[in-house]
């Protein structure tokens, strides 16, 4: 258990003699790595605790006692949402923005979101219209302004869409079952679907 009283950052750590700090989690530790995109609530309206993994050990035992320490390393951070999904980024030394945020369960990729340097978000991969469970009051994106269209014949997988400098999203290419589906019975899970990959107006590429 970190800190020994209420003004020291706490948590819970796994060390290593070895390796030193491999990880930290259930703690206060990490606020500058918060952004409204990566901020959850939980069933009960209440922030979602996060786990820090060192990823290029050793990482000094300081960083359990000094708050500011931590940014100096890279870390992986994952934000549990629920039992099953998490939101998984790689942050950089002294960075506090990721490159790629992901919301992962069960070791699958559920969405992938792409960032800009400034923490803006690029371009969002949404698998089978997955969607934020429960964002924070700020989300970078907007998941009903996400365009579920294209080629309604097939059962579609995957969605891409590109953000402009408004942050309003387009959709610029899919992923589709090569099969045409004529009723939803014939829907058919994506790891049995033969995907095609091309434009949204069905043109493969």
Same mark, same amino acid.
């Given at each position: 258990?970190? $800190? ?14 070895? @390796?030193? %700090? ?7 530790m990490g606020k500058r790595d918060d952004h409204p995109a990566n901020t959850f609530?939980?069933? +009960? ?16 035992? @300081? %960083? ?11 870390? =992986? ?17 002294? =960075? ?36 934020h469970p429960r964002p924070g009051p700020h989300a970078a994106v907007d998941d +009903?302004?996400?365009?579920? +269209? $294209? ?15 408004? $942050? ?10 090569? =099969? ?6 014939d829907d058919v899970s994506i790891h049995y679907a033969h995907l095609v990959y091309?434009?949204?107006? $069905? @043109?493969?590429?």
């Open positions: 258990m970190i $800190g020994s009283s209420s003004a020291d950052p706490w948590g819970n750590a796994e060390v290593s003699s070895e @390796k030193g %700090v491999i990880r930290i989690w259930a703690g206060e609530f939980n069933a +009960k309206g209440a922030t979602t605790p996060v786990t820090y993994v060192f990823t290029r050990p050793p990482v000094p035992p @300081k %960083v359990l006692v000094d708050a500011e320490a931590l940014y100096k390393y890279e870390r =992986r951070r994952q934000t549990n949402i629920d039992r099953i999904e998490m939101v998984v980024e790689l942050f950089p030394p002294d =960075r506090h923005f990721s490159s790629h945020r992901y919301y992962m369960a069960d070791g699958m990729v559920l969405r992938h979101e792409q960032l800009n340097a400034d923490g803006s978000t690029k371009r969002v991969i949404t698998v089978q219209k997955h969607e +009903k302004l996400l365009s579920h +269209k $294209g080629k309604a014949l097939h059962q579609v997988f995957h969605r891409v869409d590109e953000m402009d400098r408004t $942050g309003k999203p387009k959709l610029v290419a899919m992923s589709w079952n090569e =099969r045409r589906r004529l009723t939803p019975k091309g434009t949204p107006d $069905g @043109k493969e590429r």
